[in-house]
């Protein structure tokens, strides 16, 4: 553990630097990041010095020590612009569990979002019919989420976009506005099953760390469900690929 190892209320001491109310940076060996709301900027841990990367590699964050905590210089293109405070922050399971809770609410939200399209671009009334279906999950499980996530304490951000398990979700649809779509919502959805299953899996162990049962069996129905439409897709393969030749007008007998 490095002496920057934590997480950290930043405050502003100077500067053009805005108000920074509510801004933390959490940094873990040679990485971290400057976490504000919804928008995470990462960056490299130097000695003291913190580097974000591109598109904001100009930035650039200088640390000396300061009482029992550091002051910051930050400055872009090697002008300071301004100096803050970094004050450690005691981080509890619970702020654990309502993070992971936030997430799996915007994970469900963007799965859903990747359903209405797979089910725009499916022809196979045994698949649509499964898509629509999870779907119906899929409602469920924000429904679930969210409300483990009030009862907690917290309440949803605005749903992230970058980064992780939701980043590689978001891409996803993208890909079905091109051709080979029975292929490709087979592939998708595949791998989407599977990001989730892990996702709840790892929230399952923070909420039983946690003491939250209720979570822990809201994980277990989930995952279950998860799993049951992978299964679904894994019994598809045969008729994804014999759609997707004919969609490259390959004769298939």
């Known amino acids: 553990m490095t002496e920057l190892d934590g997480v950290w209320q930043v405050e502003r001491a100077g500067g053009a630097l805005p108000p920074l109310v509510g801004v933390r940076k959490s940094i873990r060996g040679a990485r971290g990041e400057t976490i504000a709301g919804p928008l995470r900027l990462p960056f490299r841990v ?121 980043g590689a979700l978001m891409k996803m649809p993208m890909d079905m506005v091109r051709g080979d779509k029975a292929g490709r919502n087979a592939r998708d959805g595949y791998a989407t099953e599977h990001m989730e299953i892990a996702s709840y899996e790892l929230l399952k162990r923070v909420a039983q760390r946690a003491g939250d049962m209720e979570t822990v069996q809201a994980c277990d129905t989930i995952i279950g469900q998860e799993r049951a439409m992978a299964g679904r897709i894994e019994e598809s393969w045969d008729i994804a690929v014999d759609a997707s030749l004919r969609e490259a007008g390959v004769p298939v007998g």
């Open 46 to 166: 130097d000695g003291r010095t913190l580097r974000y990367g591109r598109p904001f590699a100009a930035l650039v964050d200088v640390l000396e020590p300061e009482g029992d905590g550091f002051r910051g210089r930050a400055t872009l293109a090697g002008r300071p612009y301004g100096t803050f405070t970094m004050r450690r922050i005691a981080v509890e399971i619970k702020d654990e569990l309502t993070r992971h809770l936030d997430e799996a609410v915007a994970m469900e939200q963007n799965v859903k979002r990747m359903l209405d399209g797979m089910i725009g671009t499916t022809d196979d009334p045994q698949m649509l019919d499964a898509l629509e279906h999870h779907k119906s999950e899929t409602e469920q499980h924000e429904r679930l989420m969210r409300e483990r996530l009030e009862a907690n304490g917290g309440s949803t951000s605005t749903v992230r976009e970058v980064g992780g398990v939701l």
